[in-house]
T-cell receptor, first 114, second 114 residues
């Protein structure tokens, strides 16, 4: 069974700092990749996704992620965080080709101080 | 467009009681999912349904059952609630025809079993 690891459980940053959240997975085949965000008290919503093509994916609110197949990684980045980015971030991975059942990482809690 | 609605928003339940969490989507998505979210454990899949009339077990199905009588509704039943089922429950749906589709999540149900 595939697994998804998010190495940073808690991250605390000041506004304008750069952000990189790690995500690694164990499955060796072709994958679809997602990052979701959960703002305090809200439900999960999609930040960005990768299915194929350019491994550098741009999402909403200035976030981007890079798929590095050789490293089984899909790290999330943002050059300058804002207080409103305070949230829980989840990486999810699924096998391509029709499983439609993503495995989620345990999440990273990001706190941005103004 | 409402998207996904869940009811109730929150519930306190005595151990041993039966409880059904409701989930309805108006997007005509064929796949639906139930997750539980626990601190430090991220989202774990309970049950899923790829299309009306079919269901499957996820990572943590014990103590839960589901049905999918139609496209829109996907109720989750706890036959005899136990305190370890205290959690936040999220329903999700997804269109699996076509390509490049992600999950959409409901607002969640906060369940406390005493």
């Amino acid at each position: 069974a595939q697994s998804v690891s998010q190495h940073n459980h808690h991250v605390i940053l000041s506004e304008a700092a750069s952000l990189e959240l790690g995500c690694n997975y164990s499955y060796g085949g072709t994958v679809n990749l997602f990052w979701y965000v959960q703002y305090p008290g809200q439900h999960l919503q999609l930040l960005l996704k990768y299915f194929s093509g350019d491994p550098l994916v741009k999402g909403i609110k200035g976030f981007e992620a890079e798929f590095i197949k050789s490293k089984f990684s899909f790290n999330l980045r943002k050059p300058s965080v804002q207080w409103s980015d305070t949230a829980e971030y989840f990486c999810a991975v699924e096998q391509s080709g029709g499983s439609y059942i993503p495995t989620f990482g345990r999440g990273t809690s990001l706190i941005v101080h103004p | 467009i409402a998207g996904i609605t869940q009811a109730p928003t929150s519930q306190i339940l005595a151990a041993g009681r039966r409880m059904t969490l409701r989930c309805t989507q108006d997007m005509r998505h064929n796949a639906m999912y139930w997750y539980r979210q626990d601190l430090g454990l991220g989202l774990r899949l309970i049950h899923y349904s790829n299309t009306a009339g079919t269901t499957g077990k996820g990572e943590v199905p014990d103590g839960y059952s589901v049905s999918r009588a139609n496209t829109d509704d996907f109720p989750l039943t706890l036959a005899s609630a136990v305190p370890s089922q205290t959690s936040v429950y999220f329903c999700a749906s997804r269109r699996t025809s076509g390509i490049y589709n992600e999950q959409f999540f409901g607002p969640g149900t906060r369940l406390t079993v005493l």
